[in-house]
T-cell receptor, first 113, second 117 residues
């Protein structure tokens, strides 16, 4: 079955460390997105990519980095520059753009210890 | 800039009651798309409906119905005869049509719906 796989489901990070969250899709979607969810804050856009080797910053990109070397993969790195990284991270994809709606992954819960 | 407001942070009803979740949006585009997603406790968002700005027909899908009113910039969601399995966080979202929605969806902050048995 086609879908989006996010791993790991739970991730613990020590302060000062970089961590990378994986997002893989086999839907042949062009566009991929990363969102951050905090309690009571809804979903906020971190980065998005419309095509391979191209990506744009969203509303809260500071302290994060991404790459899009393959159509299927859009990993998110949470760097030590992100001051408050504890959150639930959701990856999504869309066949072309957001007008078509998203398919979401099951999320990664990142906790700083 | 686009904006989505879900004023109801949390709603609690008893099973079998009808419940309406409100969504108000702001956009400068004449072409746009509205969505509702459900987030159960497992965390993954599930697509419920997509509606474009030129289609104001209300839609019904089983116990779910949606009321789209451009005059009030609202896209409300009603669950009839609610069930415990409807308990979840529900998000309303907006995509502006320009550029095919290249900038991504803008989400409201969500409404936590609790259905008590």
């Amino acid at each position: 079955d086609g879908g989006i796989t996010q791993s790991p489901k739970y991730l613990f990070r020590k302060e000062g460390q970089n961590v990378t969250l994986s997002c893989e899709q086999n839907l042949n979607h062009d566009a991929m997105y990363w969102y951050r969810q905090d309690p009571g804050q809804g979903l906020r856009l971190i980065y998005y990519s419309q095509i391979v080797n191209d990506f744009q910053k969203g509303d809260i990109a500071e302290g994060y980095s991404v790459s899009r070397e393959k159509k299927e993969s859009f990993p998110l790195t949470v760097t030590s520059a992100q001051k408050n990284p504890t959150a639930f991270y959701l990856c999504a994809s869309s066949i072309r753009g957001a007008n078509y709606g998203y398919t979401f992954g099951s999320g990664t819960r990142l906790t700083v210890v | 800039a686009q904006k989505v407001t879900q004023a109801q942070t949390e709603i609690s009803v008893v099973e079998k009651e009808d419940v309406t979740l409100d969504c108000v949006y702001e956009t400068r585009d004449t072409t746009y798309y509205l969505f509702w997603y459900k987030q159960p406790p497992s965390g993954e968002l599930v697509f419920l409906i997509r509606r474009n700005s030129f289609d104001e027909q209300n839609e019904i899908s089983g116990r779910y119905s949606w009321n789209f009113q451009k005059s009030t910039s609202s896209f409300n969601f009603t669950i009839t005869a609610s069930q415990v399995v409807d308990s979840a966080v529900y998000f309303c979202a907006l995509s502006e049509g320009t550029g095919g929605g290249a900038d991504g969806l803008t989400f409201g902050k969500g409404t936590h719906l609790i259905i008590q048995p």
